[in-house]
């Protein structure tokens, strides 16, 4: 049985890694995918933890060679996924998780249709603003840029399949497991799963 792809989208300081790293300690049967970008590392990342680090010829030079899933522009810098962190997963039959941008979302939309997609919003732009603040990452300029960026952004909210608002953290991170686990007790997702079961339930004795 093929895994499953989820997709988790959202603007620039409305809590998309804290959530995902919450989910992931929960349920041991998703993967996570180490996206590649072009940035400097902030404090306290590491390399091949948060993010495949790399310069900026190498990532274009990857896209040349179409090691890529996915990968875009955002904020000025290269993002993207590799195609060897997905496709042999999925071929396995592991779920397997993108932490990505909208565009690269609607790039692995078309690819996979099937993929099972979720936007997180902030409860509101004060709030956007007041984390990004709190991260004490970006220097003012950095910060107006993401605001900026942030409305632009939360537009593409009705490409996805699932919208989450992080109001509330805890509540955040279990509506994200209820929607894993929703996805994996669709009708197809189960008759893959327990083919043979079925087939003796509905045999004469």
Request: include cysteine.
């Amino acid at each position: 049985m093929r895994g499953t792809l989820y997709i988790v989208a959202a603007p620039s300081g409305a809590g998309k890694s804290s959530i995902v790293n919450a989910v992931l300690a929960r349920d041991a049967n998703i993967s996570l995918s180490i996206s590649f970008t072009s940035r400097q590392p902030r404090p306290g990342e590491r390399h091949a933890e948060h993010y495949h680090f790399i310069g900026a010829d190498e990532f274009k030079a990857m896209v040349a060679e179409g090691e890529f899933f996915e990968h875009a522009l955002v904020h000025g810098d290269w993002k993207g996924t590799a195609r060897q962190s997905v496709d042999p997963q999925l071929s396995a039959g592991r779920d397997v998780l993108l932490e990505i941008d909208w565009q690269g979302a609607r790039q692995v939309r078309a690819k996979i249709p099937d993929a099972v997609s979720v936007f997180i919003l902030p409860p509101s732009r004060a709030a956007l603003e007041e984390r990004m603040r709190k991260r004490g990452q970006d220097s003012e300029d950095v910060i107006r840029q993401r605001l900026d960026a942030a409305r632009e952004e939360m537009s593409h909210y009705g490409e996805f399949d699932y919208v989450i608002v992080n109001e509330d953290f805890e509540t955040a991170v279990t509506e994200m497991c209820s929607i894993f686990t929703a996805s994996r007790l669709r009708k197809d997702a189960q008759v893959a799963r327990h083919s043979r079961l079925i087939t003796s339930l509905l045999v004469d004795d």
